[in-house]
């Protein structure tokens, strides 16, 4: 979808937009717009009962001297308290409407309302970002010409005073849309076409935006002791890789050069192994390498909108299978960290692969903050659903910064607990530890605590994004299927606290 910003109206559209707030005050630009088409506007407010409330919306033929097949109202509800992500919302919803109404070019005419706390140009920015956002579809796969449900707009024109601010603000939104969709891409696409070696070829492409990147394979782990990572990969014919990603936006002058971190859980497909996963919805698990997906996403956002940091991302990469080669329950393995581990579950895999991947992230960059992404453990699905996706941390402050990050952009994050009395369940009789818990409940939180015994001393926290990667039901900017949570928020996150000191 193409989107543009201009002064005054293009000659022709196919559906020309307003907003009407409730009580149904015409903008200026609103207000011209019905007096063109004689009145219409505000008579079919009057019959069609109209209100201006959220979420309300009508369809009207244009009048003859409009230029324009179809006039669509849509409701701002109380416009005072209009927020820029309201203003997301209302556009993905806005893209909705036109489509619904199948014209292929939008206009729509941006008033500031009166009262609104935002500028016009922040207005037709965040309507643009959230109309972009939710035009996203996975369709490569669907070859033969189906037009059904296939969105029909092309072009999304927002006519708006200060229109070349409004690009200026609408430029590194859309960069950040980029690495949305790329995250979005890599989880939609099955697994016989992403798998590890696929993946860093993906990650490779960065380059072009001058992150630099590195692909470790089999014989590179194999040397560095990585036997937890590589236990997982060993029943798969899909060889395991680990990449390394580096950004490195801060100045010359800036005072403190240690990278922030991210190291994303890529299991691009998890059967469970020999603790094999029964039937129903198995192929979720295409989307098991949603947390190396985020770490790529936000590395393009960042280098695309040159961000002032420097930012380091790790991404360790398997395939969890059953074989005759594959781990077995009951396998004692060696991490990087030297610490070993009795591996009960063969499809508590996540932790194993986070645990070399964050141990030589560590070791290498030392970094000033680490936090890693995994679709780590079902039960946070259970506790949280699609709504949050879980957050562990050592450091209050870090916490709170992710937290904040998350509520203003829409993702958001909900604390967890870590505890001693997690940690010892954990313990082993013939290893350092065990892989999964020894009693049933609080399996985020065992999880949570084995990734913790390798994090060294530097603030840290983990994110389960197991209920967030992939949606069944559409939000206004986020339609179905994989959702690219949590790029949005690590950029944020940088942008709020990292960047340009
Ligand atoms: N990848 C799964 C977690 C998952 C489940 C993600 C459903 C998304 C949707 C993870 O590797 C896993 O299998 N976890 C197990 C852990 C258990 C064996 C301790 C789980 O949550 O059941
Ligand atoms: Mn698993
Ligand atoms: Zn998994």
Not at 101 to 109: N, P, T, Y
Not at 115 to 135: H, T
């Amino acid at each position: 979808m193409k989107i543009d910003f201009s002064e005054s109206r293009s000659s022709k559209a196919g559906a020309i937009v307003i907003g009407v707030p409730e009580g149904n005050r015409l903008g200026p630009a609103a207000a011209s717009l019905d007096k063109e088409g004689g009145g219409l506007i505000r008579r079919a407010i009057k019959s069609g009962h109209f209100e201006g409330k959220r979420k309300q919306a009508l369809k009207i033929v244009a009048p003859q001297n409009v230029p324009a097949n179809q006039i669509v109202l849509i409701g701002l509800g109380d416009a005072k308290g209009l927020s820029e992500t309201e203003c997301q919302n209302l556009g993905g919803e806005i893209a909705g409407q036109v489509n619904a109404a199948k014209e292929r070019h939008g206009v729509v005419l941006v008033d500031r309302p009166t009262g609104c706390r935002l500028r016009a140009p922040e207005i037709a920015a965040s309507i643009a970002y959230g109309a972009y956002l939710s035009s996203y579809r996975f369709d490569k796969y669907r070859k033969k010409k189906n037009t059904n449900g296939k969105p029909s707009l092309e072009q999304l024109s927002l006519q708006v005073k200060g229109a070349a601010q409004a690009r200026r603000r609408y430029e590194p939104l859309a960069e950040i849309a980029e690495g949305v969709f790329f995250t979005r891409d890599l989880v939609s696409e099955p697994a016989n076409v992403i798998y590890p070696e696929t993946l860093a070829r993906e990650a490779l492409k960065l380059r072009r935006l001058g992150v630099r990147v590195e692909v470790l394979d089999e014989a590179d782990m194999r040397k560095l002791g990585m036997g937890a990572l590589l236990g997982v990969a060993q029943g798969s014919v899909r060889k395991p890789r680990l990449v390394v990603l580096r950004w490195q936006g801060a100045t010359k002058r800036a005072k403190d050069k240690a990278p922030v971190a991210f190291v994303g859980k890529g299991v691009t497909f998890d059967s469970g192994g020999i603790s094999i996963k029964p039937s129903a919805h198995m192929e979720d698990m295409k989307w098991d390498m949603g947390g190396s997906a985020v770490v790529l996403g936000v590395l393009r956002a960042l280098a695309a909108r040159k961000a002032r940091v420097n930012a380091v991302g790790v991404i360790g990469l398997v395939e969890n299978m059953p074989s005759g080669t594959a781990q077995r329950p009951g396998d004692v393995v060696t991490s990087m960290s030297g610490q070993t581990v009795e591996v009960i579950n063969t499809d508590a895999e996540g932790r194993l692969v986070l645990a070399d991947a964050l141990w030589y992230c560590q070791n290498r960059f030392k970094p000033k903050v680490i936090v890693d992404l995994a679709t780590l453990t079902g039960a946070i699905i259970v506790a949280l659903g699609a709504e949050f996706a879980g957050l562990f941390s050592t450091d209050d402050k870090l916490a709170a910064k992710l937290a904040k990050a998350g509520e203003q952009e829409g993702e958001r994050l909900w604390r967890m607990p870590l505890d001693d009395a997690y940690d010892k369940d954990i313990d082993s009789d013939i290893a350092d530890m065990k892989n999964v818990g020894s009693g049933r409940g609080a399996g985020s939180s065992t999880a949570a605590q084995f990734v913790k015994r390798y994090i060294q001393d530097i603030p840290w926290a983990h994110i389960d994004i197991a209920g967030v990667t992939w949606s069944n039901r559409k939000k206004p900017t986020v339609p179905k299927g994989g959702t690219g949570f949590g790029v949005r928020l690590l950029n944020r996150f940088v942008a709020d606290n990292y960047e340009g000191r």
